[in-house]
């Protein structure tokens, strides 16, 4: 992994005051911290008692560079005021894990120790709570740590879901801490101007694969991390994101709803309904441009002639040129953005693929320079301009485009 392939500076900035409450769980919060830092945070530990029995303020204090806080009498603090200074220093403080009684201790408002304490003082309207609860399914289950999340909810904190699965007890449910990588993506999310609130946006990513035979095929060296970065950014902003991939090896993004196809006329099947309710289509995808055009049923085997197979081909439809062509789009109900992957003169291959698929924004890239890298270079082209996006990791890439079509698509609202 290259450098610019980690999300460095997406919490660059922030500073979140991580608190641990007793549970099992909290050897994830070991590794949450890591990430949390790797992301540009800087984290200050906060332990329950409870929490020093599962692991220990020295472990959480290596990885935080700082020395955990685990006392509301903590003499260290020039003014002895724990709470109030680490409260009004964070930009968020995060619960996990959270166990069930914690969960209680906040919804009652307790203060005798320092963790609930600080939540209690916290500015309610600039520091956000978020609750990472852990515990064992029946405990999840019960009414009384039910009713007290609605209240816990009711009361500002952010809930944000528990995990199912295998727990440390033996049993099988829900109510696992979410995975470190899932929890620094909501902390991360959290942070994210929603600039595509109540917008629906489908994407395509990846290469296409047609098949020649059962065992071959064709198709191209798109890695799809561009197009699921912009599902991600796209989610991130407050969007309902659905993501038609083809064959690639990554993970979906959190909360993104993932379709996977294989050929082109699977991807356009797929496409061709979503779009009827999309209001943003984003088509990163490399469509392969031909497929063979009768597949054979049996692999196609060596004869020992010497002869090699007449391969014939059919054109694929053009995905993005048909839904930016579709009644919707014309109505100015779906707002369509394509990618040029070029391998020289970016600017006037970007311009005439504009014209030629009819969208109101192309996005031209150097396609050897960014199959499969973690970074990019954009040029956003529309009919009157070209802007350039100078080279940077695709995540922060596809955030800046994702405010630039947020922009646009308010730019063309009615005024009232
Ligand atoms: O024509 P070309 O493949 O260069 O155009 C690239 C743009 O068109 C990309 O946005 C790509 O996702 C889209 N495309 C498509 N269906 C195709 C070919 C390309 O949606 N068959």
Excluded at 1 to 24: D, F, K, N, Y
Excluded at 366 to 394: C, H, M, W
Excluded at 397 to 404: P, T
Aim: with cysteine.
């Amino acid at each position: 992994m290259t450098a610019s392939s980690t999300p460095v500076g997406e919490l660059a900035g922030r500073h979140i005051v991580l608190g641990l409450s007793g549970g099992i769980a909290c050897y994830k919060s070991a590794e949450l911290c890591r990430l949390l830092i790797k992301a540009g945070a800087t984290v200050q530990v906060v332990m329950t008692e409870a929490a020093t029995q599962f692991i220990t303020p020295v472990t959480m204090q290596a990885l935080s560079g700082r020395p955990v806080v685990g006392s509301q009498w903590d003499a260290r603090e020039p003014n002895n005021m724990p709470h109030i200074n680490l409260s009004r220093e964070a930009d968020l403080i995060l619960i996990a894990p959270c166990s069930a009684d914690f969960i209680t201790r906040l919804v009652a408002g307790r203060s005798d120790e320092l963790l609930s304490l600080l939540c209690l003082a916290r500015p309610m309207d600039r520091v956000p709570l978020l609750i990472a609860p852990a515990m064992n399914r029946e405990m999840w289950l019960h009414p009384a740590t039910q009713r007290n999340l609605r209240q816990l909810q009711a009361d500002g904190a952010l809930l944000l879901g528990v995990g199912n699965g295998l727990q440390a007890c033996g049993e099988t449910g829900d109510g696992r801490m979410l995975e470190a990588a899932e929890l620094l993506e909501e902390v991360i999310a959290h942070f994210v101007p929603k600039t595509l609130a109540g917008q629906r946006v489908l994407v395509t990513a990846g290469p296409t694969y047609e098949a020649i035979d059962p065992v071959r095929g064709i198709t191209n060296l798109s890695s799809g991390k561009m197009g699921f970065a912009i599902a991600r950014a796209a989610q991130q902003a407050g969007a309902e994101v659905t993501l038609v991939a083809g064959p690639v090896h990554l993970p979906t993004p959190r909360g993104v709803e993932r379709i996977d196809v294989r050929s082109a006329a699977q991807m356009l099947a797929a496409v061709r309904p979503l779009s009827e309710h999309a209001s943003v289509f984003v088509a990163t995808a490399a469509v392969a441009d031909w497929r063979p055009a009768n597949a054979s049923e049996h692999k196609i085997k060596k004869d020992g002639s010497g002869k090699t197979p007449q391969l014939e081909f059919t054109e694929n439809p053009d995905i993005l040129a048909t839904l930016a062509q579709s009644p919707r789009a014309q109505a100015g109900q779906l707002y369509c953005v394509g990618f040029a992957a070029e391998s020289q003169d970016l600017l006037a291959n970007a311009q005439a693929k504009l014209a030629r698929k009819g969208v109101p924004l192309l996005v031209g890239n150097i396609g050897p320079a960014t199959f499969g890298q973690d970074d990019n270079a954009l040029l956003l082209v529309d009919a009157q301009s070209a802007v350039e996006l100078p080279r940077a990791s695709k995540r922060l890439l596809a955030a800046q485009l994702v405010a630039e079509i947020a922009h646009r698509l308010n730019a063309a609202k009615p005024t009232t």
